[in-house]
Structure formats: structure tokens, C-alpha cells
């Protein structure tokens, strides 16, 4: 059987990331075939690509036997390929599975300065790393901004850090980069891994299944601050940390899907939050305008 | 007399609960070098972003090893973007202290 997923033409929600789930409690055979196709996308954001990552690091954890095949439609649009390549996608994928890639594709040769290209981590010491290249960018490319250096490294590192120490998955990927908007300059950092998610993370604590009714109801509890899944008071504070960081300066926010429920936040807000299509783990993208 | 930690003799910046197990424990040495009238300074100069799951760690940590109950502990040298991160991790570690413009003397745990 043949799946197709069709990424959205201007790939910039989180609700969006529905277009990318799979029929749930399907048992797959190597006959099968994932189509992700992203031949219509002429616009994508860092949690777009966060998420093609996540789909296909979804299917190849499929045991071998059962593995579909997995392909990608590359986009037609010739900027967002060249953004793919800049971003690092390809180097990305090939962390996952092995790829035929077609040879114009290979060597780009461009340049692009993201603030973090996707990264992979595995563990403390990558996410040290990547956070230590983070700062590096901002004293060499970045340097009208680094004011915007500490946002930007509570965000990216409370969000990698619930990524390795909670979500049960073998690390994340990071995409962080700086974009020249109509609306003005924004730095976006997205964080996703393919874990259990925040709720199911959550319930490994007993006390907690109780408190907690749905993924979405979970997502807006962990941003609340004090929920954790380790029996100690003083831990459950990531989010909420990530959350201060950006709800108290104009125009930044804070998006999270996990399972079947997203929360989006912005500035002074409370957050929104609704159901969506099962996705796995958990995927962030924060927003931080560089006038902030 | 004041001995000086200096944090950026590890990093420049600092993320992980790992990161803060191994500054506490490096800190835990440094401590066990000095003498009871030596004033224990962690000094925050050149360190340019923390956040506060590793601050947080470091702080547990080093009320682990009772380095808190040291007669004279203080925290200098921190810039404007990272003060916040230090005031609201001692805060919701329940960590007292006596601020002054330029340092925090740690007075004790209170739990």
C-alpha cells in the first residue's frame, strides 16, 4: 500500500504537521511505501522541517523486517531546495537511514548562516556543544543581537534537555535560524524528538494520572510549571522557564505539539490549546524577534 | 581571603544538569582546598548564558556537598543577561542571600 503525505504549500503552522501523520496502530510491510512529498512547498519553517525529520525518524524505527520504504519528493521550488541543503536536511536524513540522493542535490556549495543548522543530539555533551556553537554565531554573525543570546540558549537548552532526559527517545534535532520577515527580523528555534511525548512522560509518575485528561491539557500544565515525571519539587520547570522567557517582550511566542494535542502562546497570553492528529513526540518552535 | 571559582575556566556557557553535576563536583574540590577563613567566591565573569535546568542542578549539588553551610559564600562577576537565571534559581531553591550591587552572599539553605 502506498502513503502519501502531501506537506502543505506554505508549511508554517504547527496544526499543519496533521498533514504529515500516519494511520495510527497500522502494522507495516517492506510492500509499503511512505510518499512524503514536499514537491508543492515554496515556503517552510524550521518546524516543517523539524518535522519531515521526525516522520522519517518515526518510520525507520520500524524493526527492519516490517520497515516500509520511505520517500521523498524533493520540493520544486528551487529557493526552498536551496534552503533544505543550507539547513543541513540532507546531513540530517542521513542520520537516520541511508538515501539515494539524487547527485544535483549532493553538493550545494551555497551558504547560509543558520543560527544552529539541524543538529542532531544524543546527549549532554552534543547539547553543550551545539549551545556553545550558538554563541559563537552570535559574537561572528550575529553580532548586532547578542543581547538575544540568552533567550535564545534558555530556549533551545531547556528544550533539548526535556528532549534527552524525559521523552524516553535517543535525543532530538535542532534547527535554529534568522529570518528577514515582512513583519520585521526573527530568530526561530525549533526542538523536536521522536519520544513518548509530554503526556505519556508525565504518567510515568502515578500521582499524575490523575491531573491529566488529554496530550493538550498536559502540554499547558508542564508550561504552568511544577509537573514532572521525577518525584522531587523543585524539578517540572523547563517549560515553564522557556515560557517566561518569551511571554514577558513584545511579539515572541511559543508553540508545542505532543501526541494528539498542540498549545500555542504568545505574548502575555494564556495559551491556546486544541486537539490535532497523533504525531509522534513532541515538537517546539519558539519565536523571538531580533528588535526584542 | 577571597578565593575566586572562576566558571569560565570550563565553559562560557552552560545548559545540561550533567554540566551542572560536574561544576558542582569541580567546585566541591576547590572548596575542600581552602581554609575555614577563606571567603568561597563562585564568580560568574565572561560566563555569557546559562540556563536554568544547569543552575538549578549546580545549586542542589552544592547544597549536597553542605557547601552552603561555609561560613562566607558569595556570587560575583554575573553580566545583566544572565543575573535573572541566578536570582530565580537561588529563589526556587530557597537559597537566602544578601544582595549587594555587585555580589550575593549566600547566607544559608533555609530547608
Known amino acids: 500500500m502506498e502513503y502519501i503525505l502531501e506537506a502543505p504549500k506554505v508549511f508554517d503552522k504547527i496544526i499543519q504537521i496533521d498533514k504529515l501523520c500516519l494511520p495510527r496502530n497500522r502494522k507495516y510491510t517492506p510492500e509499503d511505501i511512505i510518499t512524503i512529498d514536499l514537491s508543492n512547498v515554496c515556503f517552510i519553517k524550521p518546524l516543517g522541517v523539524i518535522g ?11 524493526e527492519v523486517d516490517k520497515a516500509p520504504l ?8 528551487d529557493e526552498v531546495t536551496d534552503y533544505l541543503l543550507r539547513v543541513n536536511f540532507i546531513s540530517a536524513l542521513k542520520t537516520l537511514t541511508e538515501w539515494n540522493i539524487p547527485k544535483e542535490l549532493k553538493d550545494s556549495g551555497r551558504k547560509l548562516k543558520p543560527v544552529i543548522p539541524i543538529t542532531k543530539f544524543r546527549n549532554p555533551q552534543d547539547i553543550e556543544n551545539i549551545a556553545h556553537a550558538m554563541q559563537e554565531k552570535f559574537h561572528s554573525e550575529f553580532i548586532g543581537l547578542t543581547t538575544l543570546l540568552q533567550p535564545c540558549h534558555v530556549v533551545f537548552s531547556e528544550l533539548a534537555i526535556n528532549a534527552m532526559e524525559h521523552a524516553n527517545s535517543n535525543g532530538g534535532f535542532v534547527l535554529a535560524q534568522q529570518y528577514d520577515y515582512i513583519q520585521g527580523s526573527m530568530i526561530e528555534i525549533a526542538v523536536g524528538d521522536c519520544g513518548i511525548g509530554i503526556s505519556k512522560s508525565l504518567k510515568q509518575k ?3 494520572k490523575k491531573l491529566i485528561t488529554s496530550d493538550r491539557q498536559a502540554i499547558t500544565l508542564v508550561l504552568s510549571g511544577g509537573l514532572s515525571r521525577i518525584n522531587d519539587p523543585y524539578r517540572g520547570y523547563g517549560l515553564n522557564h522557556v515560557k517566561e522567557e518569551l511571554i514577558h517582550a513584545p511579539d515572541r511566542s511559543l508553540t508545542i505539539r ?35 | ?39 568561597l567566591v563562585i564568580d560568574f565573569n565572561d560566563v555569557e548564558a546559562i ?4 543552575l538549578d542542578q549546580f545549586i542542589s549539588r552544592i547544597s549536597e556537598f553542605n ?45
Open chain 2, 67 to 111: 557547601l552552603l553551610k561555609r561560613k562566607e559564600i558569595s556570587i560575583s562577576g554575573w553580566s545583566q543577561d544572565v543575573f535573572p537565571v541566578i536570582d530565580k534559581s537561588l529563589q526556587h531553591r530557597h537559597c537566602e542571600y544578601s544582595p549587594s550591587r555587585n555580589e550575593l552572599r549566600l547566607v544559608c539553605q533555609s530547608n
Open chain 2, 51 to 54: 540556563s536554568y535546568s544547569f
Open chain 1, 52 to 62: 519531515v525529520l521526525l516522520l522519517v525518524e518515526y518510520i525507520t524505527r520500524i
Open chain 1, 70 to 77: 520511505v520517500e521523498i519528493i524533493p520540493p520544486k521550488d
Open chain 1, 206 to 208: 502515578p500521582q499524575n
Open chain 2, 1 to 39: 581571603m577571597k578565593k575566586h571559582f572562576k566558571l569560565s575556566d570550563y565553559a562560557i556557557t552552560y545548559s545540561t544538569r550533567a554540566k551542572g553535576d560536574e561544576i558542582a563536583s569541580a567546585l566541591s574540590v576547590f572548596a575542600k582546598s581552602l581554609s575555614d577563613e577563606d571567603l
Open chain 1, 258 to 292: 505532543s501526541g494528539n494535542g498542540y498549545a500555542i502562546l504568545g505574548t502575555g497570553d494564556r495559551p491556546y490549546s486544541a486537539n490535532c492528529k497523533y504525531f509522534p513526540g513532541t515538537l517546539a518552535h519558539a519565536v523571538i524577534p531580533c528588535s526584542s
